[in-house]
Each structure stands twice: as C-alpha cells, then as structure tokens.
T-cell receptor
Framework: AQSVTQPDIHITVSEGASLELRCNYS??????LFWYVQSPGQGLQLLLK??????LVQGIKGFEAEFKRSQSSFNLRKPSVHWSDAAEYFC?????????FGAGTRLTVKP | DTGVSQDPRHKITKRGQNVTFRCDPI?????LYWYRQTLGQGPEFLTY????????KSRLLSDRFSAERPKGSFSTLEIQRTEQGDSAMYLC?????????????FGPGTRLTVL
C-alpha cells in the first residue's frame, strides 16, 4: 500500500542548531514530493518540491531537501534553525491521483 | 489580501444537522482542493475541482458529503446529517495550471465541532 511516514512526531532543537526532518515513502514509482509547513494560526505553506532532476532541492526560508531513491526518502534540512521555524512540518507525496500527507513533525525551538 | 479565504472559521453544530462551508480561491486559480485534518494528523485529501468539474473524490467522501464549484470560482462543501466523527478542520486550497506539481495555496480552514 502507498504510504508516507514521518518517524519523528516531535523534535526539539536549540536556536542556531542544524535540523533534519525525516520522510520515507512507499510507492511503486518516483512520486512528486513536497514539504509543507503549518505555523500556528497560519495556513499551510509550501517549502519546496521535487519531481525530477537534481536530487538536492532548495526551498524558501533556507530549507533544503534531498531525494534518495535507494532509501525512498526525502529528508528536510536546515543548517541553522531560527525561533520562527517552530511549526508543524508535513512531508507530502503525490502519485497517480493519490496525494498523501505524512502525520507531521512538530518542531520546537529552544532559545 | 488575495489569498484563499474560508467561511466560517468555526462552526459548532449538533449531531444530525447539516452544515455548509465556503471557500474562495485565489482568483486566477483554476484548481480547488478540499482536505480534512483531524487533531495530530496531516490533512487528508477529499476532492478537487478543475474549473467547475469535480475530477476526483476520495473514498473518505461519503455520500453525506457533497462539494460544488458551480461557476469555477468559489466552492462549497456540505455535510449532511453530521456525526461526531466529522469534527475536524476542513481545509481548502487552490492552485494554478492543471497539474498536481503546482504549489497549492491553503486557506485558514474551517474548524467543525459536532456535539
């Protein structure tokens, strides 16, 4: 069955530290891959997306993600986290009329 | 502000009542999507429109749910005979173009509570 997994429900990092949020998917072919962020009181916003080409994708707010076909992963990274990055992050996968969000990873940023 | 808007933002209703939500997409966007998000979960796709045509419906969309986009602009989502399990945040999004790869812009959502 097709699925998208975000193994970490909640992550806490210190401001200025690096961040990696994990995402794994189970699909037959390479799907479209997205990361969306949901900040408190805000609508969901697209951070970045991947379909083909360079497997390292740059997004907004200093985020990047790397597609690894062999691991069926699309992990999100940021080298230095800011307090304003505290939010819920969703990995999203689309394939053949099936669009699925992961359960989300809640990021807390410590001062 | 020309973003996606949803009305109402909150709705409390009693079990068995009908409710209707409205979504106004970004004006030039021809695709409109509805999602449902329950606490602690990611959004779940319900249905989408390409202009006024409803092209896909999730199996989550039971026969108590109906969505329309009569003139290819705003959309409504109606839930008939609401159940407590319908309590959730209902999200609307819109996008330009005709592909799923295009960025979806989300509204603030309508939070439904069924008592």
């Amino acid at each position: 069955a097709q699925s998208v997994t975000q193994p970490d429900i909640h992550i806490t990092v210190s401001e200025g530290a690096s961040l990696e949020l994990r995402c794994n998917y189970s699909y037959g072919a390479t799907p479209y891959l997205f990361w969306y962020v949901q900040s408190p009181g805000q609508g969901l916003q697209l951070l970045l997306k991947y379909f083909s080409g360079d497997t390292l994708v740059q997004g907004i707010k200093g985020f990047e993600a790397e597609f690894k076909r062999s691991q069926s992963s699309f992990n999100l990274r940021k080298p230095s986290v800011h307090w304003s990055d505290a939010a819920e992050y969703f990995c999203v996968v689309y394939n053949n009329n099936d669009m699925r969000f992961g359960a989300g990873t809640r990021l807390t940023v410590k001062p | 502000d020309t973003g996606v808007s949803q009305d109402p933002r909150h709705k409390i209703t009693k079990r068995g009542q009908n409710v209707t939500f409205r979504c106004d997409p970004i004006s030039e966007h021809n695709r409109l999507y509805w999602y449902r998000q329950t606490l602690g979960q990611g959004p779940e796709f319900l249905t989408y429109f390409q202009n006024e045509a409803q092209l896909e419906k999730s199996r989550l969309l039971s026969d108590r749910f109906s969505a329309e986009r009569p003139k290819g602009s705003f959309s409504t989502l109606e839930i008939q005979r609401t159940e407590q399990g319908d309590s959730a945040m209902y999200l609307c999004a819109s996008s330009g173009g005709s592909g799923w790869y295009n960025e979806q812009f989300f509204g603030p959502g309508t939070r439904l509570t069924v008592l």
